[in-house]
Structures are given as structure tokens and as C-alpha cells.
């Protein structure tokens, strides 16, 4: 099982840019494909972006696409999400886990704390 922990968030103003990150634990961080998803208050949990293995291939959810960047280094075992001409509605905590695959994004771990995302108007 890989814990991971997720950390970066804060307040920002619409417009602004953060960098999210997600450090894992374990030897095997380069086999599993990662996932970005977010919960604002009152809603459930969104994909918001995901990474193969090896970093080659990414997928964005549409609402972040041209704005947000997945990536990762594996020799760090840290994954990135680079949020660039953040809106309110981006406002929410974003959660790092394991996915299935990067295209239906289906989470594999548990859920950790995540890092609170909120950005102002």
C-alpha cells in the first residue's frame, strides 16, 4: 500500500497559480498511475487529472484543461499539479490517491487528508 500525503494548497487570488504536491512512500511509486481529484463544500469528490506510470501519458478533466498540469517525478516519488488562472470554483481540497487507469481514474487507496485549495474573487 502506498501512503501518500498531499501538500501545497492555500489561498490565492483568482488568477494566481499553486503548485500541489503529493509525496508517496515505497520502492514501487513508478508502477502505479496517479490521480488529482477535489471535493468542494457540499459536493462529491471530482477527477480533476491523471498520470501514467512512467509520466508519458496524462488526461485533465475538462473544467482544468489548458489551466492545470499533471506531472510527476519518480525519482522523487512525488507527483505535481500545477494550477495556473485559478478560478473561485476551483476552491475545494484536493486529494491525491492510485488510480486503476488514467482514463476512468478509478482511486485505489485510501484517502488522506488532503491540502485545501481556496482562491478568492
Known amino acids: 500500500q502506498v501512503q501518500l500525503v498531499e501538500s501545497g494548497g492555500g489561498l490565492v487570488q483568482a488568477g494566481g497559480s499553486l503548485r500541489l504536491s503529493c509525496a508517496a512512500s515505497?520502492?514501487?511509486?513508478?508502477?502505479?498511475?496517479m490521480g488529482w481529484f477535489r471535493q468542494a463544500p457540499g459536493k462529491e469528490r471530482e477527477k480533476v487529472a491523471a498520470v501514467s506510470g512512467s509520466g508519458r501519458v496524462t488526461s485533465h478533466a475538462d473544467s482544468v484543461k489548458g489551466r492545470f498540469t499533471i506531472s510527476r517525478d519518480n525519482a522523487k516519488n512525488t507527483v505535481y499539479l500545477q494550477m495556473n488562472s485559478l478560478k473561485p470554483e476551483d476552491t475545494a481540497v484536493y486529494y491525491c490517491?492510485?488510480?486503476?487507469?488514467?482514463?476512468?481514474?478509478?482511486?485505489?487507496?485510501?484517502w488522506g487528508q488532503g491540502t485545501q485549495v481556496t482562491v478568492s474573487s
Open positions: 515505497g520502492r514501487t511509486f513508478s508502477s502505479y498511475h
Open positions: 490517491n492510485t488510480v486503476e487507469d488514467i482514463v476512468t481514474m478509478r482511486a485505489l487507496g485510501s
